[in-house]
């Protein structure tokens, strides 16, 4: 085990925590010496466990957690769910948008509004009485850390992490929200910064760690930090360590291993693509999250596009879509093969290897190694 709170916390043998959808990828994680962490946020509490009943049996009783997403600001909070209220808040120049990039690539649009409603389980699950109810599924099984995506956890899953006796750890991406989450009481930081897929905010990695790690010291707190946003290899894990982090947090770099469930169209744009083929924007969740470029993404930066909507309106208009790209791209579709994209960060130019999610573990085991020997070398004997 390696000589990190971290590992002492979570009870791993390596630091190293993959963020994924996907049940296979979080399974080899942990069984390889890091830990799995499940993303949760899209699915009803049955499925959860179905999900949950999966990993505990193949995990060989190693470690994992879940993650979900419950934000501090959306559309509708506090009000009681009604998902054709919903629909009808969305405004019509935003479904015709989003249909007419599919009709400019030779996808029919007749199955999007059949779709729409789909997206209700992701608005449930932001409340903080959706979030409770996963939660509750959720400390059926015996995870070894809860984590929330966006802003404080509430209080249910705080408490719940208290009587359980599971760490809470939530995602952050600037100094005053790291400073915030610590004083309400979160267990591990999860510092992401902008070059990180899906959400993040707008301060480089490089930055950030530090920083964070610099106001942890000035308000006396010893709040481990997983550094993410951009890591996909050992050498910037072993960085991100020097620079005050405990640890590692990557979700990209499990999306072209051979477990992950990736759309091979996306996983082999991503296995071609470099740093600069991303884009950061609120157009697929209304909140800012990193994506793989595309015709699609582009559409939504031009200038004559709407305004993306607040969360989880546009992901009401977008997922509908991007459901209909993902399956008609695996079927060969020119137009929804150009469109299709994923969430990915910054580290897909990095990710030029098709390789097993053990062997991503193995890797930066092995890179982190390499990088620790190098700096040692810089001291004199």
């Known amino acids: 085990m390696m000589n990190s709170p971290i590992c002492s916390m979570l009870d791993i043998d390596f630091p190293l925590l993959a963020f994924s959808h996907c049940r296979d990828v979080v399974a080899a994680v942990s069984k390889?010496?890091?830990m799995g962490v499940f993303g949760a946020v899209n699915l009803s509490p049955d499925r959860l466990r179905e999900e949950l009943d999966w990993i505990d049996?193949?995990?060989?009783?190693k470690p994992y957690g879940v993650d979900l997403i419950v934000p501090n600001k959306f559309a509708g909070k506090g009000e009681r769910l009604d998902t054709g209220k919903l629909i009808d808040a969305i405004p019509e120049g935003h479904k015709d948008f989003a249909a007419g990039i599919l009709q400019d690539h030779d996808i029919a649009t007749g199955d999007l509004e059949k779709t729409r409603g789909m997206s209700a389980n992701f608005a449930r699950n932001l409340r903080e009485e959706g979030a409770a109810t996963s939660l509750e599924a959720a400390f059926e099984y015996p995870i070894k850390l809860i984590a929330n995506a966006l802003g404080v956890p509430p209080q249910v899953m705080l408490d719940m992490g208290k009587e359980h006796g599971v760490p809470v750890a939530a995602l952050v991406g600037a100094r005053e929200h790291a400073v915030a989450q610590v004083e309400a009481g979160v267990d591990i930081l999860v510092v992401a910064g902008g070059e990180a897929g899906g959400h993040c905010g707008d301060v480089s990695t490089m930055v950030l760690i530090p920083e964070v790690a610099r106001a942890l010291r000035e308000i006396g707190a010893d709040t481990p930090i997983l550094a993410a946003g951009g890591?996909?290899?050992?050498?910037?894990?072993?960085?991100?360590?020097?620079?005050?982090?405990?640890?590692a947090w990557c979700g990209s770099v499990w999306l072209?291993?051979?477990?992950?469930?990736?759309?091979?169209?996306?996983?082999?744009?991503?296995?071609?693509?470099?740093?600069?083929?991303?884009?950061?924007?609120?157009?697929?969740?209304?909140?800012?999250?990193?994506?793989?470029?595309?015709?699609?993404?582009?559409?939504?930066?031009?200038?004559?596009?709407?305004?993306?909507?607040?969360?989880?309106?546009?992901s009401m208009v977008s997922e509908p879509a991007l459901r209909q790209i993902d399956k008609l791209s695996q079927g060969g579709h020119a137009g929804a093969k150009k469109l299709a994209t994923y969430w990915v960060g910054q580290g897909v130019g990095l990710m030029n290897e098709p390789m097993s999610s053990g062997q991503v573990v193995q890797q930066f085991k092995q890179d982190f190694a390499d990088a620790f020997e190098r700096l040692s070398n810089f001291f004199e004997v």
């Not at 049996?57 to 009783?61: M, P, Q, S």
């Not at 890591?231 to 640890?247: L, S, W």
């Not at 996306?266 to 990193?290: E, I, N, Q, W, Y």
């Open 256 to 314: 072209t291993t051979a477990e992950a469930e990736t759309n091979p169209v996306v996983k082999d744009k991503m296995l071609a693509a470099t740093s600069r083929d991303t884009v950061r924007s609120r157009s697929r969740t209304g909140k800012p999250s990193r994506q793989l470029r595309s015709p699609w993404t582009d559409a939504w930066e031009a200038k004559d596009a709407p305004d993306p909507l607040p969360m989880p309106l546009q």
């Open 57 to 61: 049996a193949h995990v060989d009783g």
């Open 231 to 247: 890591i996909t290899t050992g050498e910037q894990m072993a960085a991100a360590m020097a620079m005050g982090a405990a640890g």
């Open 32 to 34: 390889a010496g890091g």
